[in-house]
């Protein structure tokens, strides 16, 4: 194979609704995915034997449990391909955020392989039926990370249609001194939370029409925000700084812990990173971008 090297980005849900439990025991979702421009970056290079290293943010896990460790085997069981590798992760993206950088990784790998494997850079985007096959076995946001930009998710997540991204405003993520597993915030979610679907529909309505950011901000809407709060009051704390701030929405990031304001301007976005990451949060401003994962030919 080729060395390659990849970005994977981070996201934000600017809408995520259940609808109700499946007969597969999944929740039924409908959500509006949006990648943003914070990314964690690998190198997978050939190698005499396998290796995975991981520096940068502290927490991701080194061993067979790391999303892309279980990538990289799901790839070789399925595709037949043994060649050994060296990956070195360098981590951007929190873990237990809902950012969705677990997710991204693994994305990564499977399509950094398929270059590899291909002798071919496929750039930004590395939408192909054999890796999304793949992605969808892995997790319910890895095929999302395939595509990137803006996509209506359904089903788990995993059932995707093209929007057009956000086009204007810029994103402040922080992240208070807490974090929640995916399932931690699952078992917050009661029946009478669930909702129709309809807050999804209009935010997927209102980027399809090229909405202004205000009304983007008025339709972001997060299940799980309400009962994660009452959960980890942190969490509600930092949501009112940025409020202070002057944020034009701020909502939940996926199920948590982290958080986004939505901001009209960079600069003024960036401002507020560097204001947050002076009070002891982690805080990064971030842009939409229009891709997923990117990969490159080193």
Not at 2 to 27: M, Q, S
Not at 123 to 146: K, R
């Amino acid at each position: 194979m080729k060395a390659v090297r990849v970005l994977c980005p981070a996201k934000v849900n600017l809408t995520l609704e259940i609808l109700g439990k499946r007969a597969d025991g999944y929740h039924e979702l409908r959500t509006v995915f949006q990648a943003v421009g914070l990314h964690d970056e690998l190198t997978l290079t050939p190698a005499e034997e396998d290796s995975f290293s991981v520096t940068g943010l502290a927490g991701a896990p080194v061993d067979d449990s790391n999303l892309c460790m279980k990538s990289l085997r799901l790839w070789r069981e399925e595709s037949g391909d043994t060649t050994p590798v060296a990956m070195t992760l360098h981590k951007r993206i929190p873990m237990q955020a809902g950012l969705g950088g677990g997710s991204s990784d693994a994305a990564g790998v499977l399509a950094a392989l398929r270059v590899g494997r291909t002798l071919r850079v496929r750039h930004p985007g590395i939408a192909h039926t054999e890796c999304a096959h793949h992605a969808a076995d892995l997790g319910s946001d890895v095929p999302f990370f395939l595509h990137g930009g803006a996509m209506l998710g359904s089903g788990r997540g995993d059932v995707l249609e093209a929007l057009p991204p956000l086009a204007d405003g810029v994103f402040v993520l922080a992240l208070p001194p807490v974090r929640m597993s995916t399932a931690e915030a699952y078992g917050l979610i009661a029946p009478e939370m669930y909702t129709d679907g309809e807050h999804t529909a209009r935010m997927a309505a209102c980027l399809r029409a090229g909405c202004a950011l205000p009304e983007v901000a008025a339709g972001m809407y997060n299940v799980f925000a309400a009962p994660v709060e009452r959960h980890r009051p942190e969490i509600a704390a930092l949501r009112q700084r940025l409020q202070e701030l002057n944020a034009q929405a701020v909502l939940l990031c996926g199920s948590g812990a982290a958080v986004c304001g939505l901001f009209a301007a960079l600069a003024l976005a960036q401002e507020v990173a560097a204001r947050l990451e002076a009070e002891g949060f982690w805080a990064a401003a971030a842009e939409p971008v229009p891709h997923g994962v990117q990969v490159t030919e080193l």
